[in-house]
Nanobody, 122 residues
Framework: VQLQASGGGLVQPGCSLRLSCAAS????????MHWFRQAPGKEREFVAG????????SYADAVKGRFAISRDNAKPALYLEMHSLKPEDTAVYYC????????????????WGKGTLVTVSS
């Protein structure tokens, strides 16, 4: 069972970045998928979520209108398109899977991947 996030890096404010999360070892299409992030000295927080069939998405207020979550059940993989990045978006980004469905609580996630660091700085 594995989730592997990638695509992080150092970008300037206002730029865009696309994160990917490759899944293996479990039936991806049966899980709602999520992105969380954790900034230095802060708790892990919900960023975005997508239902099993991509019919429903959910976003934190801080990223609504700037980030877009998507998934490809055939690959299987999860994505996060991030636009108009701000310094406050700097964090380690984690992908997570929840069998019970779409949610915002980290303790409801069943599978976690290792994170990828996004740094937004000029």
């Amino acid at each position: 069972v594995q989730l592997q996030a990638s695509g992080g890096g150092l970008v300037q404010p206002g730029c865009s970045l696309r994160l990917s999360c490759a899944a293996s070892g479990f039936t991806f299409r049966l899980y709602a998928m999520h992105w969380f992030r954790q900034a230095p000295g802060k708790e892990r927080e919900f960023v975005a979520g997508i239902s099993r069939s991509s019919g429903t998405t959910s976003y934190a207020d801080a990223v609504k209108g700037r980030f877009a979550i998507s998934r490809d059940n055939a690959k299987p993989a999860l994505y996060l398109e991030m636009h108009s990045l701000k310094p406050e978006d700097t964090a380690v980004y984690y992908c997570a899977a929840a069998y019970r469905g779409l949610g915002r609580r980290a303790d409801n996630m069943d599978i976690w991947g290792k994170g990828t660091l996004v740094t937004v700085s000029s």
